[in-house]
């Protein structure tokens, strides 16, 4: 290859590499907490993984995050300055939801997912993080404030507020039952919010019972009352709908855990191979001593 075939090949690699960065950067929004110091929202990046400037940056502020929040946690919860941090980098369809947390103490990844799977989100990267330990409850008002500027659409006012609603129950719920159960039962609810529109209140309070018990719980009246309310909210959204993006979400889950599956078996053939060769070469110098 002569050397001007060379720097044309470098040339459009560059070029490339420049049209990749600028397209994720297109599809990926960072926002911050407008309460956090320089310092911090530098810290904040770090835990991001990207560098400031490279991705378009929004701010949050804790006036909006309660416009969600207020009336369904604790004020002490919601607190008076905005901290939570998030970068949100959309994926292609059906990749799922890929969510990593930092210094959050309330809130699980799954719970994010969930939440989200509700509001309407279902592929994408998404990083929540904080300069130091918070709730994370706040954190759903800048996804969603990423989603709809990369977008440019608004998600559904009442999905998102029942997203919120949702993450909340759900993290009361898993202070007292686990994180894993405490998900798993509201999803249930998801799955026949056809059935449930047509039950009474004690009908839907002995279905609820009922999911509880797969799972080897007991549930208080008063966290009773709160799936009620909620799986009442969740009826207002489509439920064929949000029962396809559940599935979705659960399917996306186990095809990457066969996958995560697949590698370990095969790094655990390939270092069985590696042993194998050691032995062999070993062998064979022993031949020559």
Not at 31 to 55: N, P
Not at 138 to 161: M, R, V, W
Not at 240 to 256: H, Y
Request: some cysteine; glycine content about 8%.
């Amino acid at each position: 290859m002569n050397k001007k075939a060379i720097a044309l090949l470098l040339v459009l690699t560059l070029l490339l590499s420049l049209g990749a960065s600028a397209f994720a950067a297109q599809d990926s929004r960072a926002v911050i907490g407008a309460d956090l110091t320089e310092e911090q929202i530098k810290t904040v990046y770090q835990l991001f993984g990207v560098s400031r400037g490279s991705v378009s940056e929004l701010t949050v502020t804790n006036a909006e995050e309660r416009q969600y929040l207020e009336g369904l946690v604790d004020e002490k919860v919601i607190g008076h300055y905005a901290i939570s941090c998030v970068y949100v980098q959309l994926l292609d369809e059906g990749e799922g939801l890929n969510v990593d947390t930092y210094n959050i103490s309330w809130c699980t990844a799954e719970m994010y997912k969930n939440a989200l799977v509700t509001a309407g989100i279902t592929d994408a990267k998404i990083v929540v993080a904080a300069p130091f330990e918070v709730s994370g409850t706040a954190a759903l008002t800048g996804i969603y404030k990423a989603y709809e500027s990369i977008t440019g659409n608004s998600l559904d006012e009442i999905a998102k507020a029942v997203g919120t609603q949702e993450l909340t129950i759900t993290g009361e719920l898993a202070e007292q039952i686990g994180n894993l159960d405490a998900t798993e039962i509201v999803n249930g609810l998801k799955e026949i919010l056809g059935e449930t529109a047509k039950m009474s209140d004690e009908e839907l309070r002995k279905e609820i019972q009922d999911i509880a018990s797969q799972y080897a719980v007991s549930l208080t009246d008063k966290q009773i009352d709160q799936l009620i309310d909620l799986c009442r909210s969740l009826e207002g959204l489509d439920p064929g709908a949000l029962k396809e993006r559940v599935v979705q979400a659960q399917e996306t889950i186990r095809r990457i855990g066969e996958a995560k599956d697949k590698a370990v078996t095969f790094y655990t053939k390939f270092q069985g191979f590696l042993g194998t060769v050691s032995n062999f070469l070993d062998q064979l110098k022993s031949l020559f001593k």
